[in-house]
């Protein structure tokens, strides 16, 4: 179990991560969404012991989790810097991971980089932002750390390499199971990948839920304005727009059948939400939408 | 594949619900393991394994430890008494409001089905 307990990361007088508490039970994929600022890095910094919290602390199964070597060991944290030497060249950078990862698989790694099109002659600096992203990739699957964790590892990433990408990462994980956790943008083309959702919102933790419990949680209401209202009365409203006399509302509330079967006879429809959608719903700055004329 | 309309556990057990109807899974025949599942259908093995174990609760599949999970022998049966319960409500019905809607009365309906006899 991996016990994050009133995290709180500042830069200055700026918090990015606000007394964040969480338990992440370990052998599974978490998916860690919030918008740009939103405080991934920072919170992601924190559970790699790369960054000591500001107030706070990370456990693992119960030992502090900073600067205890042990813990760093099982730990690879994959950020956009890659934190490798820029001068290098990309089989010199695998070559120390080896040295350093007690887990490592050198023909794993040498796949993976045929996989992703990679020349293991070339230097960091020389490589594409989607290349470094594939080197990121390769670095986080076949150090088969303990805790991996993944931050926007896609990023530059072309559709093909990103699903090459996504394939992998599952197929390893069914082979060698671990913590993995995903930051990510692109919640659509990966929650299926996600057995739990994390969402943060301006450096606090909005929801940590079973990503299946996402899918039909919310739904969409159409219809005349007053009947809309009657129909949605008292249950927390998502978003919501207007045209002419007809209303649509989305409502973060998942109706029984005979519910939706009452509403389709008093001339509602009904539509679902997407987790894209409940995630922007759930991020926006929660002010009423302007009627569109 | 799946949507994100509803809870995949439940797309799953759909799916193979109609495996077993349309008899593309036969009784006592072997279904996926969860982690071929998962990696076929791109999907977490946690999501997969609730979609089967929601099916060895409703009886649809058993367990032999250690092998796997296999078609009970009575689901074909049962899925089809359970469905033909929910045939009229769940489809006809609905038929009847959308042709009520429209203007089509139940004798026109009736003369369609009957061509199709």
Request: a negative charge; hydrophobic letters at 40%; one cysteine or more.
């Amino acid at each position: 179990m991996i016990e994050l307990r009133d995290l709180t990361v500042r830069y200055g007088s700026t918090v990015a991560v606000d007394d964040v508490s969480l338990d992440l039970p370990t052998g599974k994929i978490y998916g860690l969404l919030g918008r740009n600022g939103s405080g991934k890095t920072s919170l992601l910094s924190a559970l790699a012991s790369y960054r000591r919290p500001t107030r706070g602390s990370v456990r693992f199964d119960g030992a502090d989790a900073f600067e205890d070597p042990a813990v760093m060991r099982q730990t690879c944290f994959v950020r956009d810097t890659l934190d490798v030497n820029d001068a290098e060249r990309v089989r010199g950078v695998l070559a120390v991971a080896g040295w350093l990862r007690p887990g490592w698989d050198q023909d794993y790694a040498d796949r993976l980089l045929d996989l992703f099109e990679l020349e293991p002659r070339k230097r960091i600096s020389a490589l594409s932002r989607g290349q470094r992203s594939a080197v990121g990739a390769v670095l986080g699957l076949a150090s088969r750390a303990p805790l991996t964790i993944l931050d926007e590892t896609y990023l530059g990433m072309d559709a093909v390499a990103r699903s090459n990408f996504y394939r992998e990462l599952l197929a390893d994980y069914l082979a060698h199971p671990r913590t993995i956790i995903l930051s990510t943008h692109l919640i659509e083309e990966v929650a299926d990948l996600f057995e739990r959702v994390i969402i943060l919102d301006h450096g606090r933790l909005l929801l940590h839920e079973e990503t299946d419990e996402l899918r039909g949680r919310g739904i969409t209401v159409t219809g005349p304005a007053d009947a809309v209202e009657a129909f949605a009365g008292g249950h927390p409203v998502l978003g919501e727009q207007s045209l002419g006399g007809v209303r649509a509302v989305t409502l973060d509330w998942r109706p029984e059948p005979a519910d939706v079967a009452r509403g389709e006879a008093a001339g509602l429809t009904f539509g679902p939400v997407g987790i894209q959608d409940l995630f922007i719903h759930l991020t926006s700055p929660s002010k009423r939408l302007e009627a569109i004329r | 594949m799946f949507d994100d309309r509803s809870p995949i556990y439940l797309q799953i057990a759909d799916g193979i619900k109609n495996d077993v109807l349309s008899g593309a899974l036969k009784e006592d025949e072997q279904v996926m393991s969860t982690n071929q599942y998962a990696a076929f259908y791109r999907i977490n093995p946690a999501t997969a394994a609730k979609g089967f174990a929601q099916l060895v609760d409703e009886g649809v599949l058993y367990k032999k430890r250690g092998i796997g999970m296999f078609v009970s022998p009575d689901a074909r049966e049962k899925l089809r008494a359970a469905r033909r319960e929910r045939f009229f409500t769940e489809v006809v019905d609905p038929v009847l409001v959308e042709a009520k809607r429209i203007g089509i009365g139940v004798d026109e309906i009736v003369r369609h089905l009957g061509g199709a006899r």
